[in-house]
T-cell receptor, first 117, second 116 residues
């Protein structure tokens, strides 16, 4: 178990380009989350998967954003037509719950730092 | 509308002394609270948590206190060490609601500097 892995660690892109990030959760974890953190703020929830099903999206997730988790394993987050306001750290987290009772601890990856020029 | 507030952006403490980080929340539905520690260019690392049925939880040098009536929690670090220097985030969640997500709502963080 090597923890939550995110790739790439850093991404610099030009405005208007598409970018894709990957997240590999802890292997036995059935839940996967994407958060975004900007400078001076705490992480903000973007979207959530239970196994392969995307169950919730934040209003922060505009239609330029899409996330997938095929086969309930790794996940990708794609941003189309990037804007300068998309510059942020994108964090992936995973957790496990067998009973659905909540009180979960989320384990975060190191994040992907996106800079849109 | 910030539901979790950390009103002190920064805190400096001498090594060996107590560090006290504070957090206030407004959503009365929150029933589980967590503290995360974050180093630059790294993701948040879980530190300690507390359920609303308790008022104190201790783990080594770290103790979290919860005052539900005041909607306030605090993290105590005793004794503080230089390696504790990081940004500390308070986070909270409401009860899991069936098919709904389990979201954490984070504060803006407090940067702790422990001076040798």
């Amino acid at each position: 178990d090597t923890g939550v892995s995110q790739d790439p660690r850093h991404k610099i892109t030009k405005r208007g380009q598409n970018v894709t990030f990957r997240c590999d959760p802890i292997s036995e974890h059935n839940r996967l989350y994407w958060y975004r953190q900007t400078l001076g703020q705490g992480p903000e929830f973007l979207t959530y998967f239970q196994n392969e099903a995307q169950l919730e999206k934040s209003r922060l997730l505009s239609d330029r954003f899409s996330a997938e988790r095929p086969k309930g394993s790794f996940s990708t987050l794609e941003i189309q037509r990037t804007e300068q306001g998309d510059s942020a750290m994108y964090l992936c987290a995973s957790s496990y719950t067998g009973t659905g009772e909540g009180n979960e601890k989320l384990f975060f990856g190191s994040g992907t730092q996106l800079s849109v020029l | 509308d910030q539901q979790v507030k950390q009103n002190s952006p920064s805190l400096s403490v001498q090594e060996g002394r107590i560090s006290i980080l504070n957090c206030d929340y407004t959503n009365s539905m929150f029933d589980y609270f967590l503290w995360y520690k974050k180093y630059p260019a790294e993701g948040p690392t879980f530190l300690i948590s507390i359920s609303s049925i308790k008022d104190k939880n201790e783990d080594g040098r770290f103790t979290v206190f919860l005052n539900k009536s005041a909607k306030h929690l605090s993290l105590h670090i005793v004794p503080s060490q230089p390696g504790d220097s990081a940004v500390y985030f308070c986070a909270a969640s409401a009860p899991y609601s069936g098919a709904g997500s389990y979201q954490l709502t984070f504060g803006k963080g407090t940067k702790l500097s422990v001076i040798p």
